[in-house]
């Protein structure tokens, strides 16, 4: 018997099952992309990573601010002298003054249409512990949350892994967008009552992640009905609403419930993060803002499981009450993410490849359906591992997001500078061209592919450097097919 | 609590199985099949193969109807006498908006009442442990020597104000000039603003290593791939918590100890602590036959004992374990076949004449099977730096580390913060002068502090690291027993207008002791804190 397995009975259910749902094609995606990432000089032939949702589109602008700000930061000459007040700091409520740029910057963001409260703000540890903290304060190991399918494939993780509470999925089909209905809803919850179990709430993103789309106002005024007929919580995931850069107009849930007198405001818990917005993941802060004051003193005592450094919260306190930078900022980012993702899409339209119509995020929904062999999760598989391993995309499947359909993959575009997304274009294009010419073609470019990959000073010097390479040439400029 | 937790629990796993999607639980429904049949007694007693439907799942389905049907009743008798907000019940900063609020109470009234967890109900009492009552009790009214010289000291929190200087001058030095005050290229938004490792950089694992090795005086070294590092140690010792042991079973922990071992275990692991009495006749030593007696004691009551936490140095006694009781300790776990937690974070922070050892290089001395220990340390003590949320898992055990690196996505340090550390710690020279500097300041405040203590007739016990004295204040309270410990502690705060912490809130067993920080004050504040507790002392004498 092997040390290592008797230690594994030594320990936890939880540090030995697979329940951290890690085991998901989305993350073999970036496993693949981190055996071999794109470089466009060093390894062109690289995986390009296209699962990742981080908004990288704007840290110029945040690199300027900090240049022009040197008293935000406690380690300069500048701003030194707060340093005392700020290292011993480990309050759990978090500075004051943290929290109240982020109640401002909230409100900014969803258009100073609502107001939110300070002392409602509970910090955690990303959105990744503050959905945690959520499903620790709602529910009991056993109980479960209705979810929306296709959904964020780490919820299984986020919301699940520690805490024993399951997710129920609603299903949400394409022949409406992936509308919420209440229909759904109601199944989904009839099922899972008929099935005794125990639904606490539902959980939803908005605007949505994978689809990239923001919730309707009517849609979203009789999901809360829906949760307060039935006297269950609604956590509301809304980590990308400054992401929002096409009409119709962004809708928070706060917005909502200010106009629905009867709702039981109690239920509505809203999970928020500058991971996205702001483009700051490395910053980890994400943080509950609920209704209920239950939940606010119990979050609270929980944040000392995920407090956001101080020195941080102090740098962040100054940057997010700077409402002009906030201002400008929130502006530029979504006129850059709405040019980027016009590019991509009218780049994928050139060979007949459509996506979900979305207004938010850092990705969209392609629907590549018809170059499915079989139209089964099998086949959405296959031409996975294809796109991985062939075309060098890390793209994500459908299957991942427990989406009711084969065929859609979520593509991430604001990761990533222009030319590589150029780059991304042009083997996509080669791949869908290459197909539709036939097998034998396709299998005889890869060989020579190969090959090529032993000379690759030319192919550095030569195809790579982007300015040669423009995306309105009709001769497919991809690496690949230059290769055959 | 948690074993009818436990049976609420089945019905719900069961029917979750069944109705799984299967493309993406087949993986997981193996692990969760064994599971179950830990969990549930009452499944493995009526389950048969063919009659499952019958044998099983209709007495779950009938006994969670039961279950809710008493969990209603309950919650709404609950509700009705304990009216909790989050202004009234714990949190001093916390103001009720008006807006929202109103509504919340009228909803309040409905009959249907929203139920939140287990967990969240309990915690959203008001605290109990005169710790956190204390911490907050001092936010409302806190000592400033101008704007509130009548306010409350804090000597309840093991901060450790007296060498921030010395940070703040090599922050000025070395950090000039740059986007983040650093030059350093690391320091660029690229290094910062984008997703990072989520268990630590490795820039900072090397160097934390060095500082730990550093440290502990030169004498062990530490793996930089055997940490996962999170924000602080509170999220570490929970996360070992999750990895080490399931919701019910307990680790044994010597008392006194430090009160935030109950959150971090108890709350959301849901794992029992075990208090192991250690007393003053021996200096509040541990001893292997008290541990040896919980530990039957445990078995004979059908809780399954899967670890050992100690703090070493001790927090609140300061003293430290001997390389000899370590020996013993590891012989324990070895012979119960149960994890080691050791809680090293006040390890640079000595300041007697006894030499600190370090469980990591016990281990190293001889064979012994590593895979059970594991070590928790940070840079909240040992470097004042409590704010910047720096904690580290050191283990040895592969499972754990792959574990603790998943769960530390729930807790990840803010990357500038990171890169800040980093350089500071890769700076050698600076670290070694803080390490003397800091232990030196604390020397003198500790002796300084202990020997007004005395002259009080406030005797302390041993100690020889940390930053508080375990002082025996059995003489001043009336009745003995922790209903005249409370009272004296209510003195403190209301007459002597200071915050220190009192045994029970330490699960001591003896009552009368207190802990008592002396970092949160310099040296020149001596004098005004004997002051308030002479006070005390005087009409405790005078009364009596």
Redesign the interface.
């Known amino acids: 018997m092997s040390l290592e397995n008797k230690n594994r009975q030594l320990l936890s259910k939880i540090a030995t099952n697979d329940k951290h749902g890690e085991n998901s094609p989305y993350f073999d995606g970036w496993k693949a992309y981190e055996s071999n990432p794109f470089h466009p000089t060093k390894n062109p032939q690289g995986v390009i990573q296209m699962g990742l949702a981080e908004n990288q589109l704007c840290f110029d602008l945040i690199e300027e601010w900090i240049r022009n700000n040197p008293k935000a930061s406690i380690c300069t000459p500048e701003g030194v002298n707060e340093f005392r007040n700020i290292a011993n700091f480990q309050d759990y409520h978090g500075l004051p003054e943290f929290r109240n740029a982020v109640a401002n910057f909230m409100s900014k963001v969803r258009g100073g249409r609502v107001r939110f409260d300070p002392d409602r703000i509970i910090m955690s540890g990303g959105a990744t512990g503050a959905n945690e903290l959520i499903m620790f304060c709602l529910a009991d190991p056993g109980d479960a949350f209705l979810v929306p399918s296709p959904y964020y494939p780490a919820f299984v993780r986020d919301l699940c892994w520690r805490t024993g509470v399951q997710l129920i999925p609603v299903q949400c089909h394409s022949s409406n967008n992936f509308k919420i209905t209440r229909e759904a809803l109601e199944e989904a919850y009839m099922k899972a009552q008929e099935g005794n179990i125990n639904v606490k709430g539902l959980i939803i993103t908005n605007p949505s992640n994978p689809l990239g789309t923001t919730i309707e106002k009517e849609t979203l005024k009789s999901i809360v009905s829906f949760i307060n007929e039935n006297n269950i919580h609604l956590v509301c995931d809304e980590i990308y609403s400054g992401t929002v850069f096409d009409t119709p107009k962004y809708v928070s849930v706060a917005e909502v419930i200010q106009e629905m007198e009867e709702c039981k405001k109690d239920l509505i818990h809203i999970i928020y993060s500058l991971s996205k917005d702001m483009g700051l993941p490395g910053f980890r802060v994400g943080l509950v803002y609920s209704y209920n004051n239950e939940v606010v003193n119990c979050g609270r005592k929980m944040s000392s499981f995920g407090l956001v450094s101080s020195q941080t919260q102090h740098f962040l306190a100054a940057m997010l009450s700077d409402n002009k930078f906030v201002d400008k900022f929130l502006a530029e980012s979504s006129r850059r993410l709405r040019e980027r993702r016009e590019f991509f899409t009218k780049g994928l339209e050139k060979v007949n490849i459509t996506c979900l119509p979305s207004n938010a995020g850092l990705f969209f929904w392609m629907n590549l359906r018809s170059l499915l062999k079989e139209k089964t999760f099998e086949g959405e598989m296959k031409l996975w591992r294809l796109i991985i391993n062939e075309v060098k995309l890390n793209v994500s499947p459908g299957s991942a997001f427990d989406c009711s359909e084969p065929g859609w993959y979520r593509v991430c575009f604001a990761n990533m500078d222009h030319e590589t997304v150029e780059i991304a274009l042009m083997r996509i294009r080669a791949f869908v061209n290459g197909r539709d010419k036939g097998k034998n073609m396709e299998i005889k470019r890869w060989k020579s592919n190969l090959r090529l990959s032993f000379s690759s000073r030319r192919f550095d010097e030569k195809v790579m450097s982007p300015h040669m390479m423009s995306p309105h040439s009709p001769i497919p400029h991809s690496p690949l097919v230059r290769a055959t | 609590m948690t074993q009818t ?1 436990k049976k ?6 069961q ?2 199985n ?2 799984q ?1 299967p ?2 639980e087949s ?2 429904s193996s ?2 099949r ?2 179950m049949k ?1 969990i549930v007694p009452l499944q493995s007693v009526v389950q048969g193969r063919n009659g499952f439907l019958l044998g099983s799942l209709i007495p ?2 009938l006994f ?2 039961f279950q ?1 049907y008493l969990k209603r009743r309950r919650s709404n008798s609950n509700s009705n006498n304990n009216p ?4 009234s ?3 001093p ?5 008006r807006s ?2 109103r ?2 109470l009228s ?2 009234g ?1 009959i ?1 009442r ?8 309990i ?2 009492k008001p605290d109990d442990s005169l710790y956190y009552i204390g911490l907050d009790r001092v ?1 409302q009214d806190p000592y400033d020597v101008f704007v509130n010289p009548n306010g409350i000291i804090q000597l309840g929190l093991s ?3 007296l060498c ?1 200087d010395l ?2 001058k090599w ?2 030095k070395n ?3 740059s ?4 030059s350093d290229m690391n320091l ?3 290094g ?5 490792a989520f268990d630590g950089l490795n820039e900072l694992k090397i160097a934390l290593a060095d500082f730990m090795h550093q440290v502990m005086g030169g004498s062990v070294e530490f793996d930089p791939s055997n940490m996962v590092l999170t ?2 140690a ?2 570490a010792i ?1 996360i070992l918590s ?6 019910g ?1 307990a680790f044994l922990v010597p008392t006194p100890f430090y009160p935030g071992f109950d ?2 275990v108890r ?2 692991p849901g794992i029992d602590l075990i208090p192991v009495h250690c007393r003053s006749t021996d200096n509040f030593n541990l001893n292997i036959t008290a541990l040896e007696q919980a530990f039957s004691q445990a078995r004979k009551r059908g809780v399954k004992v ?1 670890g050992i936490l100690i703090s070493n140095p001790s927090n609140p006694v300061g003293n430290i374990l001997t390389p000899e009781m370590l020996f013993s300790l590891l012989d324990f776990a070895e012979d119960k ?3 080691i937690i050791a809680d090293e974070v006040f390890a640079g922070s000595t300041y007697g004449s006894e030499e600190f050892v370090s469980i990591a290089e016990v281990l190293d001395s001889e064979y012994i ?1 590593k ?2 220990v594991h070590i928790i340390y940070g840079l ?1 003590k040992d470097l ?6 720096v904690g580290v898992i050191y283990s040895h ?4 580390l792959d ?1 603790a690196k ?2 530390s ?9 990171q890169r ?1 550390v980093t350089s500071m710690l890769s700076d050698k020279r600076f670290i070694q002068e803080y390490i003397d500097t800091n232990r030196h300041r604390i020397r003198r405040v500790h002796d300084e502090f202990v020997d007004c203590l005395t002259k009080l007739g406030i005797k302390c016990a041993k100690s020889s690291a940390g930053m508080f004295c375990w002082a025996d204040m059995s003489g001043l309270i009336k009745p003995y027993s922790e209903k005249g410990e409370l009272e004296l502690w209510e003195k403190f705060m209301s007459v002597a207008k200071i915050n220190i912490t009192p045994g029970s809130a330490c699960h001591c067993i003896e009552p009368g002791w207190f802990r008592i920080c002396f970092t949160t004050i310099s040296f020149e504040e001596i004098p005004l804190v004997i002051e308030r507790i002479r006070k005390v002392v005087k009409t405790c004498k005078s009364s009596s």
């Open positions: 937790q609420s629990i089945n019905p719900f796993s029917t979750h069944q109705n999607n493309k993406t993986s997981s692990s969760s064994n599971g830990l779950c389905a969670y109807f809710l909790s907000s989050p202004s019940s714990s949190s900063t916390l103001v009720l908006p929202s609020s509504s919340n909803s309040r409905s249907s929203v139920r939140l967890s287990k967990l969240a109900s915690l959203s936010l901060d450790n104000k921030l940070i703040e922050l000025v950090l000039e000039g986007v983040m005050g650093n660029s938004i690229n910062i603003a984008p997703y990072q924000s602080g509170t999220p929970e999750f990895c080490l042991a399931d919701q079973n959150r971090d709350w959301r899967r076949n149960i994890h099977d895979s059970r909240s004042a730096i409590a704010g910047f949320r055990n592969k499972t754990v574990a998943k769960m996505r729930f807790a990840t340090i803010s990357a500038p913060t800040i």
